[in-house]
């Protein structure tokens, strides 16, 4: 047996909540933008976020009604996506309180910043990964808006490399999951992908 839901009889709210629980889990872009006039630096995260394009390499997040980040992003066209890590949870929550617009949430719950290379907006100092990146497009879809920014520049912390690639034990990014809920990296396992030319012989 199923029970089954329909967007067009349940309202929007709870047919997101029922989304947000079955999409998990979700990686969190801590999203860093600036104010148009350069003197208020914003900070939030956003877990519908994924990559769009690898070549050019474009990420996506979206903004669930015209908050801050967006009204940034659409300003200044760039913004840069800081890993969320899972001893910066905390904090990442706390930027995720609904300031007023002339407050910046660095600022407010006391977030180092670094400049970044390639974009003005800064960088948050403590999180492994910075993903620099220029406004490619947005698209808006009902209540939404999608923003897909071209990456020009990352900037990895050397502590989280081993061999040369980040490593998820080091990275320990945080995961968002349905109601209030966070995750950590679970148990990994590790598979080959299988070319279709082994495929015959094993079956
Ligand atoms: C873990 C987490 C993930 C979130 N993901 C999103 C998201 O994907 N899109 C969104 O619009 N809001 C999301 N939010 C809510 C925003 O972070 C929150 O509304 C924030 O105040 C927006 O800040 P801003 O107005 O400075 O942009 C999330 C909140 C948390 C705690």
Known sequence: ????????????????RLLTAVIVPRPIAWVSTLTADGETANL????????ASTD??????TSVGRKDSLRNVE????FVVNIASEPF????????????RDKGEFDAVG??????LRVKPPRVASSPVALECTLHATLGLGNSTVVFGRVVHAAVSEE??????????RLRPLARLGKNEWGTVGELHERARIPYRDWERRN
């Open 44 to 51: 939030a995260p956003h877990s519908f976020f994924t990559v």
């Open 56 to 61: 050019p390499p474009v990420v996506q997040f």
């Open 89 to 100: 949870l905390d904090q990442i929550n706390e930027t995720a309180t609904d300031f007023p």
């Open 75 to 78: 300003a200044t066209g760039e």
């Open 1 to 16: 047996m199923r029970v089954d839901y329909s967007p067009g009889s349940i309202d929007p709210g709870s047919f997101y």
């Open 111 to 116: 977030i180092g910043t670094e400049p970044s």
């Open 160 to 169: 989280v490399l081993v061999d040369g690639d980040p490593d998820i034990r």
